[in-house]
């Protein structure tokens, strides 16, 4: 079963990467490491977290060490609420210790908490150092690892400081998903729902397809099938392929485009989502739990707006269900939720930009402006409140 290989071509070799799509591939990262970084990069810095360095971490650094690198590890806590100012300090602190120089290296081993963190981190020290993603979750192969996002939480709010910082490649081995509890896979399939949603017809019916021929239920014991992994890595090069095209025409999300392939409609979901996480502390969420709930949202307040078609609305529910169980969200207060958009970081002047549907496929971007808070606030009950 050969490997597939999705190209981000940001018009200058400097920022340009390739991702590469595997099974059992963590062995041969030192190897794949030594084609993505520059020849004069002698040592490298894991940054990882116990549970995850644990299971893949000997085998990550026994390979760049065979090829050659010096590596050391820093270890941090696990969860969003350790996505923080204080964590990056930490993290630079031991780069300094350890004599990082311009023309070493960052490698994230991990979910989306660490490769914003280790890229950020890799970002700002000494003006920038290249970077490697090795996504462990299904999240972060399909979403944080692809695109150059990097940026940790704060009191006022979610990933609202942080920096553009393209990695030099990103390795994906899709039997890292093994180790996976099913509410991380729930997670991150709510991120390819949403993926699909925003995509096209293609894109939204291969996940619905895998969804329905593979049950997240039993992920684990389906590795021994054939059809189940390259399946699997055919939906993440699919699902990397349509976020590569985005960040390839609008890289730095910019603030003048509204159009459909604008980066900003990456956000669908994310409104409602980023207000759950906050309100929540970080704590009760899995990032694309409160995703899902996003989308659930954005796609019945485009229905009450009345631009998306009930039908669709239908499906795109029957996917969501397909996907899995939610947290329940009846004791949410819906006020707090509210206060909590005004953090979002797709505000624009003073007027907070959505991302809805008119169809699958056609993400619509508009203000708070035109819609109505009476919308917003039944929407909000509705999805929230009625459904648990």
């Not at 969003?80 to 994230?108: I, P, Q, W």
């Not at 939204?204 to 329905?212: C, D, G, I, V």
């Not at 189940?228 to 993440?236: A, Y």
Request: charged share 25%.
């Amino acid at each position: 079963m050969g490997n597939e290989t999705v190209a981000v071509d940001l018009g200058t070799k400097k920022h340009s990467y390739k991702i590469e799509i595997g099974h059992e591939t963590l062995s041969a990262c030192g190897v794949w490491a030594a084609k993505n970084l520059p020849e004069n990069t002698k040592k490298i810095a894991i940054i990882s977290n116990g549970k995850i360095f644990r299971l893949y971490g000997e085998k990550v650094q026994s390979s760049l060490e065979a090829s050659g690198y010096e590596v050391c590890v820093w270890l941090m806590k696990d969860g969003e609420k350790y996505k923080n100012l204080r964590s990056l300090e930490s993290a630079l602190k031991f780069f300094s210790e350890n004599n990082l120089s311009r023309t070493d290296a960052v490698v994230a081993l991990g979910g989306g908490v660490v490769g914003d963190l280790a890229g950020f981190a890799a970002a700002v020290f000494q003006r920038g150092i290249a970077f490697l993603q090795v996504p462990t979750t299904f999240l972060a192969m399909i979403d944080s690892s692809v695109g150059g996002k990097t940026a940790v939480n704060s009191e006022f709010g979610k990933n609202l400081i942080g920096a553009f910082h393209q990695p030099n490649g990103v390795l994906i081995d899709v039997s890292t998903l093994k180790t996976l509890p099913k509410r991380e896979l729930i997670a991150g399939f709510c991120e390819a729902v949403k993926q699909g949603a925003i995509a096209d017809e293609k894109l939204f019916n291969k996940t619905a397809e895998f969804l329905r021929d593979f049950s997240l239920s039993e992920f684990k014991s389906l590795y021994g099938n054939e059809k189940f992994v390259s399946s699997l890595q055919k939906l993440i090069a699919a699902q990397v392929g349509f976020k590569a095209e985005i960040v390839q025409q609008d890289e730095q999300e910019s603030s003048e485009r509204d159009d459909g392939k604008s980066r900003k409609i990456l956000n669908f979901g994310h409104t409602l989502g980023h207000a759950l996480e906050k309100v929540t502390d970080y704590k009760y969420f899995k990032h694309g739990e409160a995703v899902g709930y996003g989308i659930l949202f954005a796609s019945e307040l485009s229905k009450t707006l009345d631009i998306f078609d009930e039908n669709e609305l239908n499906l795109l529910n029957d996917v969501m269900h397909r996907v899995g169980e939610l947290p329940k969200t009846d004791n949410i207060d819906l006020d707090e939720v509210i206060k909590a958009f005004k953090y979002d970081k797709k505000t624009i002047g003073k007027s907070l930009q959505w991302i809805l549907l008119e169809g699958i496929g056609k993400p619509k971007i508009t203000t708070d402006e035109n819609i109505p808070n009476s919308a917003i606030l039944k929407t909000l009950k509705k999805v929230l409140h009625s459904r648990n």
